[in-house]
C-alpha cells in the first residue's frame, strides 16, 4: 500500500486544480485578444507554473514516503512512479515535458514563446486531468474530489 499524507495530496492536489481552472478561464480567450494582453499571458504562465510544480511536488511527497529512490532531477521523480507502478510510459514522457516547459518558464523566460503559450493553453491541459486520475488510481483513492473533500473537511476555501 502507498503511503502519503491525506492532507498535504489534498492541498496540492487542490492547488493544480485551482490552477487548472484558471488555465482554463484564459483558455477561453480569442488568440489575438490573448496575446495581445501581458496580464493574461503573465498569469497564463504562473498558473503553468503553479500546476506543474503541484505535480511535481504530489510525487516527490510519495517518493519521499515510500522510500523510493532518490530521483535524479524533478523530471526523473515521474519515472520513480513509473518504475514503482504509478504511471505508464507515455504519462512519464507526457509529465517530463511538463517539466521541462516549467524549467523554460522559471529559469529561460525570454526564451518561451507567447505563442506556445497559447496553443499549450488550447491543447494539453487534458495532461493535468490524466495525471490526477493516474495518482488517484496509484493512491488507492475513490474520485480526486472525495479525496480532496474528505481531507479538507471544514475548509472548503482551501479547494
Same mark, same amino acid.
Given at each position: 500500500?502507498?503511503?502519503?499524507?491525506?492532507?498535504?495530496?489534498?492541498?496540492?492536489?487542490?492547488?493544480?486544480?485551482?490552477? /487548472?481552472?484558471?488555465?482554463?478561464?484564459?483558455?477561453?480567450?480569442?488568440?489575438?485578444?490573448?496575446?495581445?494582453?501581458?496580464?493574461?499571458?503573465?498569469?497564463?504562465?504562473?498558473?503553468?507554473?503553479?500546476?506543474?510544480?503541484?505535480?511535481?511536488?504530489?510525487?516527490?511527497?510519495?517518493?519521499? +514516503?515510500?522510500?523510493?529512490? /532518490?530521483?535524479?532531477?524533478?523530471?526523473?521523480?515521474?519515472?520513480?512512479?513509473?518504475?514503482?507502478?504509478?504511471?505508464?510510459?507515455?504519462?512519464?514522457?507526457?509529465?517530463?515535458?511538463?517539466?521541462?516547459?516549467?524549467?523554460?518558464?522559471?529559469?529561460?523566460?525570454?526564451?518561451?514563446?507567447?505563442?506556445?503559450?497559447?496553443?499549450?493553453?488550447?491543447?494539453?491541459?487534458?495532461?493535468?486531468?490524466?495525471?490526477?486520475? +493516474?495518482?488517484?488510481?496509484?493512491?488507492?483513492?475513490?474520485?480526486?474530489?472525495?479525496?480532496?473533500?474528505?481531507?479538507?473537511?471544514?475548509?472548503?476555501?482551501?479547494?
Amino acid at each position: 500500500m502507498i503511503q502519503f499524507n491525506p492532507d498535504k495530496i489534498a492541498r496540492l492536489i487542490s492547488e493544480l486544480r485551482k490552477a /487548472v481552472q484558471n488555465l482554463r478561464r484564459l483558455r477561453s480567450n480569442e488568440k489575438h485578444s490573448f496575446l495581445n494582453d501581458p496580464d493574461k499571458i503573465g498569469s497564463a504562465k504562473y498558473h503553468f507554473i503553479v500546476a506543474i510544480e503541484s505535480a511535481i511536488d504530489i510525487c516527490s511527497h510519495i517518493v519521499s +514516503r515510500n522510500r523510493f529512490r /532518490v530521483p535524479e532531477d524533478y523530471a526523473d521523480t515521474f519515472r520513480v512512479i513509473h518504475e514503482n507502478g504509478g504511471f505508464d510510459a507515455q504519462l512519464v514522457l507526457t509529465l517530463r515535458e511538463m517539466t521541462k516547459f516549467r524549467n523554460r518558464l522559471v529559469h529561460l523566460y525570454w526564451e518561451v514563446d507567447d505563442e506556445q503559450i497559447y496553443d499549450i493553453l488550447q491543447t494539453r491541459l487534458g495532461d493535468f486531468d490524466r495525471f490526477l486520475e +493516474r495518482v488517484s488510481v496509484f493512491l488507492g483513492l475513490g474520485r480526486m474530489n472525495d479525496i480532496v473533500t474528505d481531507a479538507i473537511g471544514e475548509h472548503p476555501e482551501m479547494i
